[in-house]
């Protein structure tokens, strides 16, 4: 078998290049682990900044997203309660972002791709990448029809953070960098009405807590949780009294409760390996960077990600010019690091740490009374949360 780009994993970022690379007529094939309804299932990401919304119009990939995506011209901080409200919209150049959950990109890529020639392996096992700093890469893998050999020109590795394509490259060319904070977040999906109209991130003397929704009947929430809690320590009752108390008297009195139907707790990592390609072997997305979710940067670097190597791979295609396949780390990575700086830093001002004293405590409420006084700090905020422009070609 052979292809030009083989394509690890069927996540945002494999799935957005393997759309990109059909649509200029690039032969990809896409090997992923799991079944569509695993990939699917998972609940994850919930905004979209302005790229990969123009993104996804770009592919003609857009007619759910922008039928029931919630555009969002502005967004809440909250400061033991009290609210205040940052208009990114009248901050920066009319910018938005758009509620749109993980699981809805995914089933829109998916539906489209048997029709645009995207080709995916469901079920890929024992998948190994080989001659990664020689000519003639290659991929095998195992299924329920036996062995496969797949021969490429270029492999990129979306197989997010456990997956086998970093593991690939040599620890001696790897540089990593790294943060594991002590918390995590412990998030529920309910059919229940939201309860504000706009996102509200909460620092609370308790800990965060992060209002958002995926409909107008549909409310997804966090609270920042120990590391060694268990979903089993959060009954709903809990789950919901905790969640009105970190948000405070006002919002709390307008959260509509309900049975969850999903409950799941993440923890929280920044994480970076550089450089983002050895040889023939490129990452994109969580296989190279994983950010706290604190500012919804993960899908959308997923996405940056793949538009910038998309390029490259075009360009080299069309006229053998191996610039912007050259390029694409370091491309790649100018975007990666201030959206790593921007969820740290949202992050460390929202959190409750378990070492913290009075003095990092009075810190924090000093920036965010700061944030709610200067339009300054609030542009800034602003320009990083509908996300930073892609670094010129
Ligand atoms: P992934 O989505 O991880 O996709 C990688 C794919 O590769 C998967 O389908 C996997 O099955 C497949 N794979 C792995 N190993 C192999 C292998 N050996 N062979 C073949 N296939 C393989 N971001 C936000 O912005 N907001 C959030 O609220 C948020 N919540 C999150 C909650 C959790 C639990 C996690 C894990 C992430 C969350 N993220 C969130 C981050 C966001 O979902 C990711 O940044 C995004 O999914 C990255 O996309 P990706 O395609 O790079 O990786
Ligand atoms: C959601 C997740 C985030 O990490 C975030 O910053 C905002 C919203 C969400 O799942 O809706």
């Given at each position: 078998m052979r292809t030009q780009i083989a394509i690890i994993g069927a996540g945002p970022a494999g799935m957005l290049l393997a759309h990109l690379l059909a649509q200029a007529g690039i032969d990809a094939l896409v090997l992923e682990r799991r079944d569509r309804d695993y990939v699917e299932g998972r609940v994850r990401a919930g905004v979209l900044e302005q790229t990969s919304v123009d993104l996804l119009r770009r592919l003609g990939l857009s007619e759910r997203l922008d039928r029931e995506g919630l555009v969002h011209g502005g967004t809440n901080l909250a400061l033991d309660g009290q609210i205040f409200h940052i208009d990114m919209a009248a901050l920066t150049d009319g910018s938005t972002v758009t509620v749109y959950g993980q699981q809805e990109v995914m089933k829109d890529l998916f539906d489209a791709a048997p029709a645009r020639g995207v080709k995916i392996v469901w079920n890929a096992e024992n998948v190994a990448l080989h001659g990664?700093?020689?000519s003639s890469p290659s991929v095998t893998w195992q299924d329920a029809e036996g062995k496969h050999h797949l021969a490429c020109d270029y492999i990129a590795g979306?197989?997010?953070?456990?997956?086998v394509s970093r593991a690939s490259i040599p620890a001696s060319v790897l540089q990593v960098f790294e943060r594991v904070y002590p918390f995590g977040w412990l998030g529920v999906l309910a059919d229940v009405p939201p309860a504000a109209h706009e996102l509200i991130y909460a620092n609370h003397e308790r800990g965060f807590a992060l209002a958002s929704m995926r409909s107008a009947t549909r409310s997804r929430y966090y609270v920042q949780c120990g590391?060694?809690?268990?979903?089993?320590?959060?009954?709903d009752e809990r789950f919901w009294d905790e969640l009105c108390l970190r948000l405070g008297p006002e919002t709390g009195a307008k959260v509509v409760r309900g049975a969850s139907f999903e409950k799941s707790i993440a923890p929280l990592r920044s994480f970076v390996a550089e450089p983002m390609r050895w040889g023939r072997l490129f990452l994109a997305g969580d296989a190279a960077h994983i950010v706290p979710p604190t500012g919804a940067k993960g899908l959308n670097l997923a996405a940056s990600d793949v538009i910038v190597l998309a390029e490259g791979l075009i360009e080299f295609y069309k006229s053998s010019c191996i610039t912007g396949i050259d390029r694409y780390s370091a491309r790649a990575l100018s975007r990666v690091w201030k959206a790593e700086r921007f969820s740290w830093w949202f992050t460390s001002i929202t959190h409750r740490f378990p070492d913290m004293d009075g003095f990092s405590r009075k810190l924090q409420m000093a920036e965010l009374d700061y944030i709610k006084g200067s339009q300054a700090a609030q542009r800034s905020l602003a320009e990083n949360y509908v996300g930073l422009p892609l670094a010129a070609a």
């Amino acid at each position: 078998m052979r292809t030009q780009i083989a394509i690890i994993g069927a996540g945002p970022a494999g799935m957005l290049l393997a759309h990109l690379l059909a649509q200029a007529g690039i032969d990809a094939l896409v090997l992923e682990r799991r079944d569509r309804d695993y990939v699917e299932g998972r609940v994850r990401a919930g905004v979209l900044e302005q790229t990969s919304v123009d993104l996804l119009r770009r592919l003609g990939l857009s007619e759910r997203l922008d039928r029931e995506g919630l555009v969002h011209g502005g967004t809440n901080l909250a400061l033991d309660g009290q609210i205040f409200h940052i208009d990114m919209a009248a901050l920066t150049d009319g910018s938005t972002v758009t509620v749109y959950g993980q699981q809805e990109v995914m089933k829109d890529l998916f539906d489209a791709a048997p029709a645009r020639g995207v080709k995916i392996v469901w079920n890929a096992e024992n998948v190994a990448l080989h001659g990664l700093d020689g000519s003639s890469p290659s991929v095998t893998w195992q299924d329920a029809e036996g062995k496969h050999h797949l021969a490429c020109d270029y492999i990129a590795g979306c197989d997010g953070f456990h997956g086998v394509s970093r593991a690939s490259i040599p620890a001696s060319v790897l540089q990593v960098f790294e943060r594991v904070y002590p918390f995590g977040w412990l998030g529920v999906l309910a059919d229940v009405p939201p309860a504000a109209h706009e996102l509200i991130y909460a620092n609370h003397e308790r800990g965060f807590a992060l209002a958002s929704m995926r409909s107008a009947t549909r409310s997804r929430y966090y609270v920042q949780c120990g590391l060694d809690e268990k979903i089993e320590d959060w009954p709903d009752e809990r789950f919901w009294d905790e969640l009105c108390l970190r948000l405070g008297p006002e919002t709390g009195a307008k959260v509509v409760r309900g049975a969850s139907f999903e409950k799941s707790i993440a923890p929280l990592r920044s994480f970076v390996a550089e450089p983002m390609r050895w040889g023939r072997l490129f990452l994109a997305g969580d296989a190279a960077h994983i950010v706290p979710p604190t500012g919804a940067k993960g899908l959308n670097l997923a996405a940056s990600d793949v538009i910038v190597l998309a390029e490259g791979l075009i360009e080299f295609y069309k006229s053998s010019c191996i610039t912007g396949i050259d390029r694409y780390s370091a491309r790649a990575l100018s975007r990666v690091w201030k959206a790593e700086r921007f969820s740290w830093w949202f992050t460390s001002i929202t959190h409750r740490f378990p070492d913290m004293d009075g003095f990092s405590r009075k810190l924090q409420m000093a920036e965010l009374d700061y944030i709610k006084g200067s339009q300054a700090a609030q542009r800034s905020l602003a320009e990083n949360y509908v996300g930073l422009p892609l670094a010129a070609a």
